[in-house]
């Protein structure tokens, strides 16, 4: 039998828009989610945290369609999206940059970006779309004619990022961001997520780095070995001595 989930403060009002009911995942014999429940409001920005292993990249799997949940529900503004695929989630209003970025290398910068938005047809705003991209991410213009191979592993992420927004998503799931990168680039792609999150993106974050993730969260869920075992808004779970210990290296 699981243990209750600690719940550490008072969580703010959000309209729901994910919500993820007890689902299990298997990979063969092993059980990679044992019963994960979790929401993520309109507007809101989520953070999963966890050790290696935990079963974070698996949750994200499970919700944008590229894993079958063996039990459990998810839905998506009410609507169950449990048996759907990934790409019949995107013209949904979902987009997951999933961790190891995902691009396209033999591609420039512009074509990966134009994939982001393939499914769209109003394509003078897929060109004001792509311009905010190289708002948020000035690099990316500079950049805009070379193979997406050859930028820096920094350059990369952002432009994951950056294609992950031209589908114009209502939900953006990221897995490990800031992996590998130097802080100052780190730095600036979680300041560019804030300002994403604020034009009412809702963000489902998996983060490495759970200080980072928790301080740019609203609300966050700790899993461990499958199972959500303590939630809370973010400050409150940064403040947690078992967070600090477990998580912060205190």
Do not use: C, W
């Amino acid at each position: 039998m699981s243990e209750p989930v600690k719940v550490l403060g008072e969580r703010r009002a959000f309209a729901p828009l994910l919500t993820v009911e007890g689902i299990q995942v298997r990979y063969g014999a092993i059980q990679a989610l044992r019963g994960v429940s979790l929401q993520v409001g309109k507007g809101e920005m989520v953070a999963l945290i966890g050790a290696n292993g935990a079963g974070k990249t698996s949750t994200l799997r499970a919700v944008s369609g590229m894993l079958k949940a063996s039990a459990g529900r998810i839905t998506l503004e009410g609507k169950d999206t449990t048996s759907l695929k990934a790409h019949q989630l995107v013209p949904r209003g979902m987009a997951h940059a999933p961790e190891g970025r995902g691009i396209f290398p033999n591609l420039t910068v512009v074509e990966n970006l134009e994939l982001g938005a393939y499914l769209r047809k109003d394509t003078a705003q897929v060109l004001q779309d792509m311009e905010k991209g190289f708002t948020l991410f000035p690099v990316l213009k500079e950049r805009r004619r070379q193979l997406a191979g050859t930028l820096s592993g920094g350059e990369q992420q952002m432009l994951a990022i950056a294609r992950a927004l031209l589908s114009k998503p209502q939900l953006l799931l990221l897995d490990e961001p800031s992996l590998g990168l130097a802080p100052q680039v780190t730095e600036t792609i979680f300041r560019t997520l804030r300002e994403v999150n604020a034009t009412g993106v809702s963000v489902l974050l998996v983060e490495q780095n759970a200080h980072l993730a928790l301080n740019a969260a609203h609300y966050g869920y700790v899993l461990e070995t499958g199972e959500v075992v303590m939630a809370g808004p973010g400050k409150a779970l940064l403040d947690s001595p078992e967070v600090r210990r477990a998580y912060l290296g205190e």
